[in-house]
C-alpha cells in the first residue's frame, strides 16, 4: 500500500495531482486545510491537503512502463535492528500518514483503556495451583499489547457482524506487516487503511456525456426506494438546478405512485406512470432534453421469475435511448444471507451500485462490508432517517470504518 499526501488550493486540484502521479485508483483517506507558512502567509489563501492511498499491485497495472517515485508503503515497512529502533520507526510511520488516530479518537482511546485493563485471560480447564494462566505467553510487553489489540479488534469487528472471512482476511494482512515491537497503533492505522481501500471509492449519480440519462432504481419490498429517489431528485432539482423528470413502474401499489406524484408536485417536476416498455421508451424521448429521469420501479419477491424478467426487460428498454445507471437498494437491516441471496437474483439483470438505507435502524453495520465484498459493486448512498431531502449522503467510507471499528 503506498500512502501520500498532495496540495491544492482546491480538494480538486489536490486530488488531480494524486491521480496524476499514482492513478486513477487511488482512494481518499482525509482532506484537511493547512495554513501556509512564512512572513506573508495571512496574505494568502489556506491550501487543501488531501491524502491518499493505492495498493501497489493496481498503481504498477495503472502506470507500467512509468518511472515510480519511491514513497513510504506502511503495508511493508523496512526491517530494523533492535526492538526500541523498530518500534521508533513504525510511530514515526503512522504518524505521518494522516493522524489516522485523530480519525479513530474515541475508538484509540477505548483500545488505550481496554488494553491497560484486560480482562483475565483463563485456561479452558480452569485456575492452576490458584494463578490465572494467561491463553498466549508473549515475549515482550509490546507484543502482549499487540495480542490483546488484535483480539479487541475481532470482537470490534465481529460485534458488527462483519463476516468471519473477511475478519480473517484482514487479521492475517495486519500480522503480515506484523514486526516484534510493533505499537498497536500502527496496526490500529494499518487496519484502518486497509478497510477504506476495501471499501473503494464512492460511486455517486454523474450526468450523461450527453443528452439525459436514466436512473432505475430497484430492490425488495419495503426498503425505502420511493424515499430515496424523493431525497435524491431534491438534491438534483433543488441544489443543483438540473431538469428532473420522475417516473414510476410500481403499478403495483397505489400508494407508492400516490407518493411519488406528491414529491413531484413538491419539486414542481414532470411525473409519469410507466406500465409498459413501450410507456418507458415514451417517456425518454419527451425528456430527452432533462438531465435526469429518475425511475422507481416495483418491490417484489426476489425469488419471483416472472417479475424479475418483465423488471429486467423494463431496464434494458432503455438501452439505446440514453445512458443509463441503475440502483440496487437495500436495508442495512437485513440479514446477511438474504442480503446475499437478493444480490444474486438482480445481478443478470445489470450491472448496479449499492444503496444502503435505514442506517439508523440497526447498531452493526458490517453488512455493508460484507456485500461490498461480495458483489464487487460500488457504494453510493446512504440514509439515516425519513426527513426528504435531509437523511441521505454520499457513501463516506472514512466515516463507515471509523463506525465500523467502534468510533463515533
Known amino acids: 500500500m503506498i500512502i501520500k499526501k498532495y496540495q491544492g488550493k482546491t480538494e480538486e486540484e489536490a486530488l488531480a495531482a494524486a491521480k496524476k502521479e499514482l492513478g486513477d485508483g487511488v482512494v481518499v ?10 512572513l506573508f502567509a495571512i496574505f494568502k489563501p489556506q491550501l487543501v491537503e488531501v491524502t491518499v492511498a493505492i495498493e501497489e499491485k493496481d498503481r504498477y497495472s495503472q502506470t507500467a512502463g512509468r518511472l515510480q517515485t519511491p514513497v513510504f508503503t506502511p503495508a511493508q515497512p523496512a526491517a530494523a535492528s533492535g526492538t ?16 489516522i488516530e ?22 479452558a480447564d480452569g485456575e492452576e495451583n490458584g494463578k490465572e494462566k ?22 470490534v469487528m465481529s460485534d458488527n457482524e462483519v463476516d468471519e472471512k473477511y475478519i480473517s482476511q484482514i487479521m492475517d494482512e495486519i500480522e503480515k506487516v506484523h514486526k516484534p515491537g510493533m505499537p498497536f497503533d500502527y496496526a490500529l492505522s494499518n487496519a484502518y487503511q486497509k478497510l477504506i481501500l476495501k471499501f473503494g471509492k464512492p460511486s455517486e449519480i454523474e450526468p450523461a456525456k450527453s443528452g439525459c440519462k436514466a436512473v432505475f432504481f430497484i430492490g425488495p419490498t419495503g426498503v425505502g426506494k420511493t424515499t430515496t429517489i424523493a431525497k ?21 401499489r397505489i400508494a407508492a405512485a400516490e407518493q411519488l406524484r406528491t414529491y413531484a408536485n413538491i419539486l414542481e417536476v414532470p411525473f409519469r406512470i410507466i406500465y409498459t416498455e413501450e410507456d418507458m421508451q415514451g417517456a425518454i424521448r419527451e425528456f430527452s432534453d432533462f438531465d435526469y429521469i429518475f425511475v422507481d420501479t416495483a418491490g417484489h419477491s426476489h425469488q419471483n421469475e416472472e417479475q424479475k424478467d418483465a423488471m429486467k426487460r423494463l431496464v434494458h428498454s432503455a438501452d439505446n435511448l440514453c445512458e443509463k445507471d441503475v440502483y440496487l437498494v437495500l436495508s442495512a437491516t437485513t440479514k446477511k444471507r438474504d442480503l446475499e441471496s437478493i444480490a444474486d437474483s438482480y ?22 462490508l460484507n456485500l461490498k465484498l461480495y458483489t464487487g ?8 432517517g425519513q426527513n426528504v431531502p435531509d437523511d441521505i449522503e454520499k457513501f463516506n467510507p472514512q466515516k463507515m470504518v471509523k463506525q465500523l471499528l467502534g468510533g463515533k
Do not use: H
Open 29 to 38: 483517506m482525509n482532506v484537511k486545510n493547512v495554513k501556509r507558512k512564512g
Open 84 to 99: 526500541g529502533q523498530a518500534a521508533g520507526i513504525y510511530r514515526k510511520s503512522a504518524a505521518g500518514i494522516g493522524n
Open 102 to 123: 485523530e480519525k479513530l479518537d474515541s475508538l484509540q482511546s477505548l483500545l488505550e483503556k481496554q488494553l491497560k485493563n484486560p480482562e483475565p485471560e483463563k485456561e
Open 134 to 155: 494467561s491463553a498466549v505467553e508473549p515475549e515482550t510487553e509490546k507484543d502482549a499489547e499487540m495480542v490483546r489489540f488484535m483480539k479487541l479488534l475481532y470482537k
Open 232 to 252: 435524491i431528485a431534491s438534491r438534483f432539482s433543488v441544489e443543483e438546478k438540473k431538469k428532473v423528470a420522475l417516473l414510476t413502474a410500481d403499478t403495483y
Open 347 to 368: 445481478k443478470d439483470m445489470a450491472d448496479y451500485k449499492l444503496i444502503f438505507t435505514k442506517l439508523d435502524e440497526t447498531t452493526a453495520i458490517g453488512n455493508l
Open 377 to 384: 459493486a460500488d457504494l453510493s448512498y446512504v440514509t439515516c
